[in-house]
């Protein structure tokens, strides 16, 4: 079965700890997107990749940061730095960037206290 | 930059009734509009999308409908079922400053259907 899956489903962690959330994706596909998701919001952009070793900052960067080492994995990684990192992540891929379908993951709901 | 507003937040329909969400978008270069359901705890599906040289689509139940003058494309469930209900959310292309084209998301409409 090819898709994305993300690990794991729910997360917690102490403020102050940094935690690193896993995305992989078996579809080929060269881009690959995180995303944040609040309740009553829309999806905001996180990191997007649009190749291996190529990652670009999306419209909420601060407190993440990313890595694209292998075409099939896309880390997210929620640092100290970021002031409310309570949230439900998304992780999506895409045959390209542009004007192309997007293949979410199931999610992973972080929760830091 | 691209803003999308999403209409209702909430819908409640009865089993076998029209469902009808409509959002608009700013940005007269957008060309690439999905539409998203989600379940909940889940991530979101793509159900039916739409470019900008198509005026309306349909697939089964679903049709969506893109009016590029008023800049607003709407979704249309009909027949609408208890599964049916989820979250749904509009989306439109957006540029960067960097020229990377993202998808910008409304803010979601709950569906519910009532058996």
């Known amino acids: 079965d090819g898709g994305i899956t993300q690990s794991p489903k729910y997360l917690f962690r102490k403020e102050g700890q940094n935690v690193t959330l896993s995305c992989e994706q078996n579809?080929?596909?060269?881009?690959m997107y995180w995303y944040r998701q609040d309740p009553g919001q829309g999806l905001r952009l996180i990191y997007y990749?649009?190749?291996?070793?190529?990652?670009q900052k999306g419209d909420i960067a601060e407190g993440y940061s990313v890595s694209r080492e292998k075409k099939e994995s896309f880390p997210l990684t929620v640092t100290s730095a970021q002031k409310n990192p309570t949230a439900f992540y998304l992780c999506?891929?895409?045959?390209?960037?542009?004007?192309?379908?997007?293949?979410f993951g199931p999610g992973t709901r972080l929760t830091v206290t | 930059g691209e803003n999308v507003e999403q209409h209702p937040s909430t819908l409640s329909v009865q089993e076998g009734d029209s469902a009808v969400i409509k959002c608009t978008y700013s940005d007269s270069a957008s060309n690439y509009f999905p539409w998203y359901k989600q379940e909940l705890g889940k991530g979101p599906q793509l159900i039916i999308d739409i470019r900008s040289n198509v005026g309306e689509k349909k697939d089964q139940r679903i049709a969506v409908t893109l009016n590029k003058t008023a800049k607003h494309f709407s979704l249309h469930i009909t027949e609408t079922q208890p599964e049916d209900s989820a979250v749904y959310f509009c989306?439109?292309?957006?540029?960067?400053?960097?020229?990377?084209?993202?998808?910008?998301f409304g803010t979601g409409t709950r569906l519910l259907v009532s058996p």
């Open positions: 990749s649009q190749i291996v070793n190529d990652f």
């Open positions: 999506a891929s895409s045959i390209s960037t542009g004007p192309y379908e997007q293949y």
């Open positions: 579809l080929n596909h060269d881009a």
């Open positions: 989306a439109a292309t957006g540029f960067m400053n960097t020229g990377f084209q993202k998808l910008v």
